[in-house]
Structure formats: structure tokens, C-alpha cells
């Protein structure tokens, strides 16, 4: 029992440069996430640029 108690408390208490590291983790994270969200951005608005256009090229003009 004293040695599980030992082991909890040591999990608790992280050191600091832990917390530092896991600071940085996060903000790459957060910088990963506003990098895929820019570029999924783009992609929807070409895709709705492009879709107007192609939908634009079937539609019959007189006598066609």
C-alpha cells in the first residue's frame, strides 16, 4: 500500500521542464491545427469557385 502511494504521488507531481514540454506539444498542436484549418479553407473555396464553373459549362445555350 505504501509503495502504490508512493507511486501516485510521484505521478502527480511533474517536474518542469514536463510542464515546459508539454506547453511546447501543445502549441505545436495549436499551430498544426490553424495550419490544416488555412489549408482546408483553401481547398473549399476553390472547390466552390471551380464547382460554379463547372456546373456553368453544361448548361445548354439556345439550340445546343
Given at each position: 500500500?505504501a509503495?502504490?502511494?508512493?507511486?501516485?504521488q510521484?505521478?502527480?507531481?511533474e517536474?518542469?521542464?514536463?510542464i515546459q514540454e508539454?506547453?511546447?506539444?501543445?502549441?505545436?498542436s495549436?499551430?498544426?491545427?490553424?495550419a490544416l484549418d488555412?489549408?482546408?479553407?483553401d481547398?473549399?473555396s476553390?472547390?466552390?469557385t471551380?464547382?460554379?464553373?463547372?456546373?456553368s459549362?453544361?448548361?445548354q445555350?439556345?439550340g445546343?
Amino acid at each position: 500500500m505504501a509503495q502504490q502511494f508512493a507511486q501516485q504521488q510521484h505521478r502527480s507531481v511533474e517536474p518542469q521542464s514536463q510542464i515546459q514540454e508539454d506547453t511546447q506539444k501543445a502549441a505545436r498542436s495549436q499551430e498544426q491545427e490553424d495550419a490544416l484549418d488555412a489549408v482546408l479553407d483553401d481547398i473549399s473555396s476553390t472547390l466552390e469557385t471551380d464547382a460554379e464553373t463547372y456546373v456553368s459549362s453544361f448548361v445548354q445555350k439556345g439550340g445546343e
